[in-house]
Every structure is written in C-alpha cells, then in structure tokens.
C-alpha cells in the first residue's frame, strides 16, 4: 500500500559524510511526519531526526549541529545529511512516516522502511 525506500547506507571514515534518502510511494494521500531513527547493535532505536510537513525540525542531542534533516514534499522523499560523522554513529537507519492514505482518509498510519546501513570506521 505504501512503502518507503530507503538508499544512501554506506562505509566511510570517521570525520567523513554520507547522505541518506527515503522515497515514499503507493497510495499516499499526504505525509504528516517524516523522521529517521537508528538501531546499533545490542541497543534500542532511537530517534535521530524528524521533520513536519511545514519544516518544523528536531535532533537527537548527539546528532545536533552535524546532521541536517529536510524534506522534499513534491517528490515524497526525506533526506539526511550526515557530517562529521563518528564510529558511534554507526548503525541501521530507518525511515518513518504518517502517512493519510487515499483508501482511508482521515486516517494517519506509521510507516518504516527496510533501513540501510551506516558504519563508520575510526
């Protein structure tokens, strides 16, 4: 019905960059909420940023001031711009929207992609 894609995973270096993507698709009335969220092995998933439809941004303290969080409403797809990155920042990133579809509007359901994985080497 809906899916969320996510690329853009990778190895790289402590220090380098990396961006990641996730495309929505299906029967997609509107997206509300779009976020990403993290899972390292042996821990829980945490939220690392999230973003509204108006542009509205929040951050993981951890994250604050090296990642960017933002949006592309007309192509569905969120985006996360990873600086500086540390080997603690080594994890499976999800993608998570509420989405209002065409079959049950009024309704808001929560989406997650696949995930993609990030590690970071020191």
């Known amino acids: 019905q809906v899916q969320l894609v996510e690329s853009g995973g990778g190895l790289v270096q402590a220090g380098g960059s990396l961006r990641l993507s996730c495309a929505a698709s299906g029967s997609i009335f509107s997206i509300n909420y779009m976020g990403w969220y993290r899972q390292a092995p042996g821990k829980q998933r945490e939220l690392v940023a999230e973003?509204?439809?108006?542009?509205?941004?929040n951050y993981a303290g951890s994250v604050k001031g090296r990642f960017t969080i933002s949006r592309d409403n007309a192509k569905k797809t969120v985006y996360l711009q990873m600086n500086s990155l540390k080997p603690e920042d080594t994890a499976v990133y999800y993608c998570n929207a509420h989405v209002t579809t065409v079959q049950a509007m009024g309704t808001m359901f929560s989406f997650w992609g696949q995930g993609t994985q990030v590690t970071v080497s020191s």
């Open positions: 973003i509204t439809s108006g542009g509205s941004t």
